[in-house]
């Protein structure tokens, strides 16, 4: 740590209009770390310190910053906080241009751990407006000269994260990012073909966002996020600016921040209204989960309605982006109707989302399998619960995938109480073995 020389007044006034204790945001900082895959364990010795003046190392401060901000609904930073730092210099302002500043850090072994162990901030989870069509004649996202390349990316690592987990490839993509698709959007292309490669550099920076939230990097996970959604509007492309942020609103709601989730969701819903019927399912399937987390049955089914429809006229097999799997639907209506408190529709949902998940999708059916376990034993079905998780212990093998270690861990918390039944105990030393 390093010391300052006066005590940090500000911290103490926050810490007072938060009505929290020190251990309290010990407590706080500590989630907000594992957040971005930080083991941290402060306590209330740590933010005494904090108070009487020393100042703690990268990512705390902007971790305590993120804690406050939360708990007071307002912004504050972490200079606000007390923790004073150099100028530091203003983020940029284009789109393009921060886009390629946030692909280079990521390239950049030395740059890498700092930017990875930036927080998840709801503030940025307020949005402006879809952008307006800009008119093209043509849906963007075709393949062209100027995107053949770029297609054939995306193609590749969004079936490297449906087979192998999203912690595989992920710095080749960075430094694809970098070294190819940065130079390309600075090459002084017409409008339109512009418009196409900021489409396909949107779609690229969407699939690291995946990669990076499956492995549990929540902060820089939403940095890409946020490239990707501005690379769309800044090609006026609503549909794909839609898509990007309905992956937002579960990623907001997975962090259990069901007011931003829901904000997000309807933010897509408005944005997709035109959209193919592939994205526009894609994008209902997540509004109706919102609605439901948040209380609104009518709401949530509604949107469960359009999105089966939207998906009756879709194409379930195709190109990334341009297909919504059936298998993908029915588990978030698994969701939908868990969270409504119907327990025998979401199952049968589950069921009907394992049959039908591709071979090829390895995470997907590990996940499905997973929480087709937790369910079934929330149920009351031990036996049917350990056969699905027998699944999903198979797919994990083949994973290298943050969602598929973090739901091993429910299940060996959900078995533990069971541990004294054959197929609990099986399990159990089966995941002992594997570690």
Known sequence: ????????????????????????????????????????????????????????????????????????????????????????????????AGFAALARADADAGRRPPLHQRPYRVADT?????????????????????????????????GSIDAHGGRHARSALAAYLADDVVPLLHSGLA??????????????????????????????????????????????????????????????????????ALQLAEAAHHGARSAAPAQQAYVQAQLAVALARTGDRRGALAALARAERAAERATSQGAPFDSYPRAALHFQTSVTL????????????LRRAAGERSATDVRGRALTQARFGQLLLHTGHLDEA????DGFLTARERLRSGDAERAMRDMRRALTPHRNRKP????????????
């Open 1 to 96: 740590m390093k010391n300052r020389r006066v005590p940090n007044y500000e911290l103490r006034a926050l810490l007072t209009e938060a009505g929290w204790t020190q251990e309290a945001l010990a407590r706080a900082v500590n989630a907000l770390g594992a957040e971005i895959g930080a083991a941290l364990r402060y306590d209330r010795t740590a933010v005494a310190h904090w108070l009487a003046g020393t100042r703690p190392r990268h990512p705390v401060p902007q971790l305590v910053a993120e804690a406050l901000t939360r708990r007071l609904a307002r912004q504050v930073s972490p200079e606000a906080a007390g923790f004073t730092t150099a100028a530091r210099r203003a983020a940029p302002v284009d789109p393009v």
């Open 126 to 158: 307020v949005l402006p407006s879809p952008p307006e069509a800009r008119g093209h004649g043509r849906p963007l996202g075709g393949r062209t000269e100027e995107t053949m390349a770029l297609h054939d990316a995306v193609a590749f690592f969004a």
């Open 191 to 260: 409008r339109r073909a512009r418009d196409e490669v900021l489409v396909g550099a949107s779609r690229l920076a969407f699939l690291l966002a995946r990669m990076y939230e499956d492995g549990l990097l929540h902060g820089v996970a939403q940095r890409y996020y946020t490239s990707a959604h501005r690379l769309a509007a800044e090609a006026g492309d609503r549909a794909s600016w839609s898509v990007v942020v309905r992956a937002m609103s579960a990623q907001a709601q997975r962090l259990g921040h069901l007011p931003s």
């Open 338 to 349: 868990e969270s409504l408190g119907d327990l025998q529709g979401a199952l049968a949902s």
């Open 386 to 389: 350990c056969a699905a998780w």
């Open 424 to 435: 609990a105990a099986e399990l159990l030393a089966r995941t002992v073995r594997g570690r």
